[in-house]
DNA sequence: TAGATTGTTAATCGATTAACAATC
DNA sequence: TAGATTGTTAATCGATTAACAATC
């Protein structure tokens, strides 16, 4: 189905047409070209066409393309049908806010666990799931397989965790701790979020905007 | 000082570097060569001379970087020095998290407003800020003069009040919710973070990781 | 001085945009 | 059929990499 490799530039825009096409599809769109989603995206008929192809030719020319169908075909693209067994490490504030803020039955994953450390937090309840002690995690992985890690703990202890992680079977990390997750063993993936990054370019952006004025004075 | 327009692509690396650069540092480290932190960051040492001097000339042919003063230029550049006013809108589950998981001081933000419309939140504290009825955000504003807002609002919420708030002299936008912030007003800037987006990006990489290997078969 | 490494120019690569024949 | 819009090839643009003279 996919032809060789997409480009990173490609997928990281996926989800993004998912989003779009969804919420044209509540709002009761039937068809749409790429005209008039590049539009809505601010971007360009071509580059959506030319992103579309990568996965197969979707569109009927003429028409365009149908919304419902094409939303479909990113989501099995985006393989959000196999819900992954997906377990949670570190329950602090941020891994908190995660559990309840995300929906991730929708998005292809199951969080089936979540871990922690801390005898404060080990025993409560996140969004239905007890929260487990760490010591307990070799156990869990072992029984019931998990394939995904969502790491949002200190930088040092993911460094330590992510290769016994690698070892129990984990194959996908959302890594959240101030570090940059690159494993380098065959067939692991790693998406690194790093929200003080995002939080300094919002500030370099702001200051770039602060130099500009004092030019024009 | 800055020459011109520096690329976007340059400008996502810049809070990388200045968090490899802080490692170094800490670590002792005095000199660094272009290709020993492209070795450490997974560049090319031509990538990083490249990035570096769309903002001047920092190192010394022969020499390398000093670590500790190219870390502070970059936190020059980027603006740490002079930090802004900001307001969180949104004291959910998130608004929470991030308020106590990120450190705004060292990243150039003074977080000094926390506005909820939830009775059930306003005039608890987070991390010693007590959280205000959305009510009083336009009359704390034309007081304090903040310049920076974070949203951790749904996206209805953020698309009324976004308007608001930049006509109340919001300059800068962290956006959470689960909507492309585009402001066309001159000035403004937007960062937006969808962690949605990041979470399905895994889920490609981890279907496109499966299908390689069904191929394999 | 000799060795190392930068700053910078030129070459390459990849991604975006434009153009247009195919076709619904 | 005529109009619209795709899929796809070619052209352009920008970003990354390579090369090397300048110089510490």
């Known amino acids: 189905m996919a032809k060789g490799s997409v480009s990173a530039s490609v997928i990281r825009r996926l989800p993004r047409y998912y989003r779009f096409l969804r919420e044209l599809s509540e709002a009761g769109t039937v068809r749409i070209s790429s005209g008039d989603l590049a539009r809505k995206m601010g971007l360009t008929a071509s580059q959506i066409r030319q ?3 990568c996965f197969g ?6 028409y365009g393309y149908n919304v419902k169908s094409l939303y479909e075909e990113i989501g099995r693209i985006m393989g959000l049908g196999t819900p992954r ?3 949670l490490i570190g329950a602090g504030n941020l891994g908190r806010a995660i559990t309840q803020h995300m929906d991730f039955a929708s998005r292809g994953f199951d969080l089936t666990g979540i871990f922690d450390c801390n005898p404060e937090l080990i025993g409560r309840q996140i969004a239905g799931i007890t929260i487990q002690n760490s010591t307990a995690l070799y156990d869990f992985c072992v029984r019931n397989h998990p394939t995904v890690a969502i790491l949002c703990i200190p930088k040092e202890a993911a460094i330590k965790l992510s290769r016994d992680l690698v070892a129990l079977g984990i194959k996908g990390f ?3 701790s101030h570090y940059d997750l690159l494993l380098d063993y ?4 790693v998406e690194n979020v790093h929200l003080g990054d995002s939080l300094s370019i919002l500030c370099y952006q ?5 130099r500009e004025n004092n030019d024009k004075k």
Chains 1, 2 share one sequence.
Do not use: H, P
Request: proline fraction near 0%; charged fraction near 20%.
């Open 206 to 210: 702001l200051a770039e905007m602060d």
């Open 51 to 53: 992103d579309l192809n």
């Open 174 to 176: 959302w890594n959240f």
């Open 85 to 87: 067994k997906t377990i």
């Open 57 to 62: 030719g979707f569109g009927q020319q003429g």
């Open 186 to 189: 065959e067939g692991i993936v």
